[in-house]
Nanobody
Framework: QVQLVESGGGLVQPGGSLRLSCAAS????????MSWYRQAPGKVRELVAG????????SYADSVKVRFTISRDNAKNTVYLQMNSLKPEDTAVYYC?????????WGQGTQVTVSS
């Protein structure tokens, strides 16, 4: 079955960096685009970044453009989110997403807290 396992979250000071990872299994990873979403307390889940199956094209929410970079390693079945210049408003649970044959699959999420 499809499994997505996020890691790399934690507590970081404003201006700091974190790199999130999402290890995928149970499907042919290299055939599907992948996305990162986040959900802050009391807010709806929002799309942060997406990447196409071969990694040739990426897209970002306006709020994270320039600061975040999504990438993938199809040999390792892993998608990454490099987050730089973090702000308190980036605090949220970050989720990895795969949309496969009409179904959304989600990981368990990883908490990112930006605070001094």
């Amino acid at each position: 079955q499809v499994q997505l396992v996020e890691s790399g979250g934690g507590l970081v000071q404003p201006g700091g960096s974190l790199r999130l990872s999402c290890a995928a299994s149970g499907f042919t990873f290299s055939r599907y685009g992948m996305s990162w979403y986040r959900q802050a307390p009391g807010k709806v889940r929002e799309l942060v970044a997406g990447i196409t199956s071969a990694g040739g094209s990426t897209s970002y929410a306006d709020s994270v453009k320039v600061r975040f970079t999504i990438s993938r390693d199809n040999a390792k079945n892993t998608v990454y989110l490099q987050m730089n210049s973090l702000k308190p408003e980036d605090t949220a649970v970050y989720y990895c997403n795969a949309y496969i044959r009409g179904t959304d699959y989600w990981g368990q999420g990883t908490q990112v807290t930006v605070s001094s």
